[in-house]
């Protein structure tokens, strides 16, 4: 495909992730508040002559995600707001059904759906920009450039230097600036941070466990274990109803249970007779994701709250998957240096 010029809107080559986290607290946001919404009977906050709808909040939410965009420039606040711009927009587009019913019905039954799809689609135009659109060299040079404010706020953390000299390495070699930075950070020697804070200790002591797990002989049984159980209990579950699926809903559940379960088929492969834990890893988090913004949608279509269980599993274990994923990612980096 024809790459497309960047060349005045340069990416952040961290994007994908970082729509992930938007999607996914976005979708717990709107669950968590329907399924407080159904606890309680839906409470009016404002007494007799207001009623404070919940999308203000998520307007307040989005508007703090902005500001922290605009008035810092570390990595970390990109992520925190993305977390929050999401569970914002989750908030905001949650009361759909108020804006496109003549009632001002909350509780469209079609609303959920509607949704749904607007979170597919978003995720499925975020990967295909950046499965086809790759990044040049002058955005491996910039995010670069970026990377160097970590590497100057960690005190030369050793983690944040490699990933920088990984990207110059794809940057282009004849341009001055990669040559100038790339000389700079290999003479500049990398150490420890002397003062950790909190974020810095649990970082670096999940690290060091993620080490010793990859090491150790049943990390690959326990993983492969666990991720065969979650699918074979989807895959079953959808079986077992299978005689009896009649709506759409059932059906939409045993179609995307059973895609599933075969993306976790794939990731076993990969990793038994590939030995590659990174595309494994890559694999298994496109089941979860399959089974969040699909299984989860059907799921949520007939059972609503119950739903909400099996939802904050996924986002659980995706979670540790992108971390998985990220520290496999630093040692194939580190390797290429």
């Known amino acids: 495909m024809r790459r497309f010029n960047f060349h005045y ?38 007494g007799e002559d207001f009623h404070i709808a919940h999308m203000l909040w998520g307007g307040f939410l ?27 927009f989750g908030a905001f587009i ?14 469209y039954q079609p609303t959920i759906g509607l949704i749904y799809v607007i979170f597919v689609l978003l ?5 295909v920009i950046e499965k086809y659109f790759r990044p040049n060299k002058q955005e491996y040079a910039i995010n670069a450039l970026d990377m160097t404010k970590q590497v100057l706020m960690h ?27 790339t000389e700079a950070l290999r003479v500049v020697r990398a150490r420890p941070l002397d003062k950790k804070n909190l974020f810095h200790k649990i970082r670096d002591y999940v690290k060091v466990l993620y080490m010793n797990l990859i090491q150790h002989p049943k990390f690959i049984k326990t993983t492969i274990t666990f991720f065969i159980l979650i699918s074979l209990i989807n895959v079953l579950n959808a079986l077992f109803s299978f005689k009896n699926a009649q709506t759409f809903s059932e059906w939409g559940q045993l ?21 590659s834990r990174g595309k494994a890893f890559e694999i298994f988090k496109y089941s979860v994701l399959v089974s969040i913004f699909l299984t989860q949608f059907f799921r ?32 194939t980096n580190k390797e290429r240096i």
Do not use: W
Request: net charge negative.
């Open 300 to 331: 949520f279509l007939e059972q609503e709250l119950s739903a909400i269980f099996g939802l904050l599993l996924n986002l659980l274990i995706l979670s540790v998957l992108q971390y998985l994923i990220y520290q496999e990612s630093l040692l």
């Open 62 to 88: 989005m508007m703090a995600a902005i500001i922290g965009l605009l008035v810092f420039l570390n990595k970390e606040t990109k992520y925190i707001a993305s977390i929050l711009g999401g569970i914002g």
């Open 9 to 46: 809107f340069p990416r952040d080559i961290d994007s994908g992730d970082l729509i992930e986290n938007f999607l996914v607290s976005a979708i717990a946001s709107i669950l968590v508040i329907r399924l407080f919404l159904g606890i309680t009977g839906s409470p009016i906050i404002g």
């Open 94 to 107: 949650d009361e759909l059904g108020k804006f496109i019913t003549n009632d001002n019905n909350y509780f």
């Open 123 to 127: 995720f499925l135009c975020a990967r």
């Open 255 to 275: 179609i995307f249970s059973s895609f599933s379960g075969l993306l976790v088929v794939a990731g076993v492969y990969k990793l038994l007779h590939k030995g």
């Open 155 to 181: 005190d030369l953390d050793v983690e944040e230097k490699e990933r920088t000299l990984y990207f110059l390495k794809q940057s282009d070699p004849d341009n001055p600036v990669v040559k100038m930075l």
